[in-house]
């Protein structure tokens, strides 16, 4: 059994806007590309690190309301933001980091995204930027 | 110099200054807070002691 668990409930900020209200899912990839350094003599293929690939998925109710959802992204199309995701709301601790990826570039906005009987729901990805995890406040 | 005043409730208490120089810092994209409708901008106030421009034109 698991000793320690944890229920999600993230703080989600983009381009300092609070979204939490408005998501269901978010997810940050920490990826380094892994670059083969393999050579004669090895018996088994060898990596080192590469550049750091950031990628943030964000599964969000669409709103056209003012100062929602379409509100807040449909001027970063096309731009670069920052992204903070927090585990809880509780105050800023090495148990409760915030991680802050810093210009996150946001490729595709879906503009509409509808299924009869159900309420809109878009997925968006950001790519790229700089990542901090902070645990105290400035 | 220009005054930012918060909006919404999503980016801080509506009516307080927004720290223009602190969010360009975090990297927040302030041109689509204020296209979005977040925050807004106040022309400076003209100096007491600034021309007025008139217009003489009287066609």
């Known amino acids: ?10 703080d989600v900020t983009v381009n300092s806007i609070a979204l939490t209200d408005q998501c269901t899912a978010a997810t940050i990839n920490r990826t380094f590309e892994a670059l083969e350094n393999t050579a004669f003599g090895d018996t088994s293929r060898k990596y080192t690190a590469g ?11 669409m709103s056209y309301a003012a100062t929602e959802t379409y509100a807040t992204l449909n001027a970063l199309v096309g731009t670069t933001t920052n992204i903070s995701i927090k585990p809880s709301s509780a105050a800023l ?3 409760n980091p915030e991680f802050v990826i810093t210009g996150a ?10 299924t009869m009987g159900e309420l809109s729901t878009i997925d968006i990805t950001f790519t790229g930027g700089t990542y901090a995890a902070v645990t105290a406040g400035p | 110099m220009s005054k930012y005043t918060i909006v919404s409730p999503r980016v801080g208490t509506p009516g307080d200054e927004f720290d223009l120089d602190l969010a360009v810092k975090r ?6 807070l204020l ?3 977040f925050i807004k901008v106040s022309a400076p106030k003209p100096a007491k002691n600034a021309k007025k421009d ?3 034109n009287e066609e």
């Open chain 1, 51 to 61: 550049l750091q690939v950031l990628e943030v998925t964000l599964t969000l109710y």
């Open chain 1, 93 to 95: 601790s090495a148990t």
């Open chain 1, 105 to 114: 570039y946001l490729e595709t906005l879906p503009v509409v995204s509808a």
């Open chain 2, 35 to 37: 296209a979005g409708g």
């Open chain 2, 54 to 56: 008139i217009d003489t």
């Open chain 1, 1 to 10: 059994m698991a000793t320690t668990t944890y229920l999600s409930n993230p």
């Open chain 2, 27 to 32: 990297g927040a994209n302030v041109e689509a």
